[in-house]
């Protein structure tokens, strides 16, 4: 009887050692793609639809610089409003935000 105990309990451990270890890949692709080196762009260079993003979102901002990853997937772009306050953000080749950092 402890046998047919123990079989349930073993698979149930292996199937939460394998949940934990795919959070955990996924949680490190996440971490990656925000700390992948940039090099600097020109805004003329970014992609239509990064521009045409930056403008519906950010209105009341300009594109001061541009970043873009090696691999052209992500960018980095550094945004001024009237005030002088400056932002960082970054999106994907579509358009897409990833994340925000305010600076002052």
């Given at each position: 009887?402890?046998?047919?105990?123990?079989?349930?309990?073993?698979v149930?451990?292996?199937?939460?050692?394998?949940?934990?270890?795919?959070?955990?890949?996924?949680?490190?692709?996440?971490?990656?793609?925000?700390?992948?080196?940039?090099?600097?762009?020109?805004?003329?260079?970014?992609?239509?639809?990064?521009?045409?993003?930056?403008?519906?979102?950010?209105?009341?901002?300009?594109?001061?610089?541009?970043?873009?990853?090696?691999?052209?997937?992500?960018?980095?772009?550094?945004?001024?409003?009237?005030?002088?306050?400056?932002?960082?953000?970054?999106?994907?080749a579509?358009?897409?935000?990833?994340?925000?950092?305010?600076?002052?």
């Amino acid at each position: 009887m402890k046998k047919l105990l123990l079989v349930p309990a073993l698979v149930l451990g292996f199937v939460f050692s394998i949940n934990a270890q795919q959070a955990d890949e996924t949680e490190t692709a996440v971490v990656a793609s925000a700390t992948q080196d940039f090099v600097e762009i020109a805004v003329d260079n970014l992609p239509q639809a990064v521009k045409d993003a930056a403008a519906k979102d950010y209105a009341e901002h300009t594109i001061s610089k541009a970043y873009a990853t090696a691999d052209a997937l992500t960018f980095k772009l550094e945004l001024a409003d009237k005030a002088g306050e400056t932002s960082t953000v970054y999106c994907d080749a579509e358009g897409n935000w990833i994340k925000q950092e305010e600076e002052k």
